[in-house]
């Protein structure tokens, strides 16, 4: 699949990005601009496929098949006052899985996506 490669490309401009946007000031003990990169473990998509999952079970469908990526966030603030900052924050996650009603013989019915 090339979602992995173009994941990785869309990483490395978001890494350029920030580095292109980080000022170096050594005369002030506040940094007037923050930027940061997170990549977390267990984000809201997959708590709720846990649910969603419990009940495809319930009702006898089937999951499997499973592509995960994420989550992944850029942030960036700039300080008007050193108690004040505005910026923003971009988060991506993505979860895929097929989905099997008549049993995983038949072939698959769907896609769940998240």
């Known amino acids: 699949m090339y979602k992995p490669i ?6 490395l401009m978001a890494v350029a990005a920030m580095m292109a946007t980080v000022n170096v000031n050594a ?3 506040e940094p007037k601009q ?8 267990w984000s809201n ?10 009940t495809t079970n ?9 592509d995960f990526f994420g989550p992944i966030s850029v942030e960036y603030f700039y300080h008007l006052k050193p108690w004040l900052g505005v910026g923003g924050i971009a988060a991506y996650g993505q979860m895929e ?4 009603l008549t049993g995983k013989k038949n072939g698959k019915d769907g896609v769940l996506k998240n």
């Open 34 to 41: 923050e930027v940061g990169v997170s990549i977390g473990v």
């Open 45 to 54: 998509s997959d708590i709720i496929n846990t649910f969603e999952t419990i």
């Open 27 to 29: 005369q002030s003990d």
């Open 6 to 11: 173009i994941m990785k490309k869309i990483l």
């Open 58 to 66: 319930i009702f006898g469908a089937q999951t499997g098949d499973e």
């Open 97 to 100: 899985q097929d989905l099997f």
